[in-house]
């Protein structure tokens, strides 16, 4: 009989346990687990030696994983709120009632606001509340997304399941949104590192040169271009203070005008109209409003509050007012694709497979699969984002290193010339 990996989660202690068990199928090594009273989340099939794994007649061997807490080190609130939904599914899918593992989880926690919300959760089911209760009272951590998918989980008698997708939904979610902010933190690196290049040029090498062509040249003219890199040069050095304050009041303009909504309208508007990069933003957007509404679809949330909900979690001002169109008209008794396809926002290809999705009576599977395709999609975009910006970076910082060396040239040919 073949060798099973475990992991389950001891519903005395709470910890988590980590072995290996022999039995003939998964389901019988699950039983067997649950019947020495733990909670299975992960079990499959041995495919290294396990001489190394302790084995369930033998004592579990501790993970460190459950020394350090649920999460281990403490990770970023997303991550958190993933890690926590999917072990919660996989405990109710085991059989634990939902208030114990809770108080499983909760106790597995790194101290925090996190773990204070999921005991208070817990409490509320305690009095006689339901979780989507519970989790109304954390809106910073549990958005109207999450509460409605629960609340269409509790309603359909199917919670475990709906966490399920949701925490798939978290991981995607996670997945794209880094993708995108990897794209865009590139160039951004780049630029940092230019201006860093560009800036020792000139505080500390330029004035030098400006000396030497004073007591070289004796007083003659000097070519345009190098009086422009060496007056930029001067105004740094004697406006430093100005210089940076006009820097930084530009980033903070530029954030406080983002922040208003003509100003985000601009923002979002540019985002998308950018070459390459707006091509990105869009895709992503696509890939969000398809893989929001399908999931929400799919666990049961209607499709007025499904949509209301997508439109609330868009990330772009367009892409939400669109959205808000298209629950508009379905509201009025419209189908989902026609009106999707008369903002104009949307790419053609998405309305029509939504079209059929309609017709078959299958719209949520077909937009899980345009999420599919569109994910994809960033996927490529963001391949060919960075390899089209780095050699372009180059070209850039190339160009204004290669001005200034040409700046501080032109007059030492004119030096040589004199002295020969």
Aim: glycine fraction near 8%; charged fraction near 20%; include cysteine.
């Amino acid at each position: 009989m073949p060798n099973f990996i475990y992991t389950a989660i001891d519903g005395t202690s709470g910890r988590e346990d980590r072995g290996v068990m022999v039995g003939e199928t998964e389901a019988q090594v699950i039983a067997d687990l649950k019947s020495h009273g733990l909670f299975p989340t992960q079990v499959t099939v041995e495919k290294v030696k396990s001489e190394d794994i302790p084995s369930r007649k033998t004592k579990t061997k501790r993970s460190r994983k459950s020394r350090d807490g649920f999460l281990g080190f403490t990770p970023a609130m997303a991550k958190t709120k993933t890690l926590f939904t999917r072990q919660l599914a996989t405990l109710l899918r085991a059989g634990m009632p939902i208030l114990r593992g809770l108080e499983v989880l909760a106790r597995q926690q790194p101290e925090g606001k996190f773990k204070r919300a999921i005991e208070d959760v817990g409490e509320t089911i305690r009095t006689g509340g339901c979780l989507s209760d519970g989790l109304s009272r954390f809106p910073k951590f549990f958005e109207p997304l999450y509460l409605n998918m629960v609340k269409a989980g509790e309603a359909a008698g199917a919670l475990d399941v709906v966490l399920e997708r949701l925490a798939e939904f978290l991981e995607k979610s996670q997945k794209i949104r880094s993708k995108v902010k990897s794209a865009m933190m590139y160039p951004l690196i780049i630029m940092a590192v230019a201006a860093g290049v560009v800036g020792a040029l000139v505080v500390f090498v330029i004035p030098r040169f400006e000396s030497i062509f004073a007591n070289m040249l004796k007083g003659q003219s000097l070519p345009a271009l190098t009086q422009f890199v060496l007056g930029v040069s001067r105004f740094v050095q004697e406006q430093l203070g100005l210089s940076i304050a006009i820097v930084v009041a530009g980033v903070i303009g530029l954030k406080f005008l983002i922040g208003t909504k003509v100003g985000q309208r601009w923002w979002h508007r540019v985002l998308l109209l950018l070459p390459l990069l707006g091509d990105l933003v869009l895709k992503a957007a696509v890939a969000r409003f398809s893989r929001t509404l399908g999931t929400l679809l799919s666990s049961g949330v209607q499709i007025l509050e499904a949509l209301h909900i997508t439109r609330d979690t868009a990330g772009n001002v367009h892409v939400a007012e669109a959205i808000d169109s298209v629950r508009l008209r379905v509201k009025a008794g419209d189908g989902v694709a026609g009106p999707l396809d008369e903002t104009g926002v949307f790419p053609a290809m998405v309305a029509s497979m939504i079209e059929v999705g309609e017709e078959t009576g299958k719209l949520p599977d077909m937009l899980h699969r345009v999420a599919d395709t569109y994910e994809e999609e960033v996927d490529n975009a963001v391949a060919a984002l960075t390899s089209i910006l780095e050699p372009l970076m180059i070209v850039l910082m190339s160009v204004v290193v290669g001005t200034i060396v040409i700046a501080l040239f032109l007059p030492l040919v004119r030096i040589i010339q004199n002295l020969s």
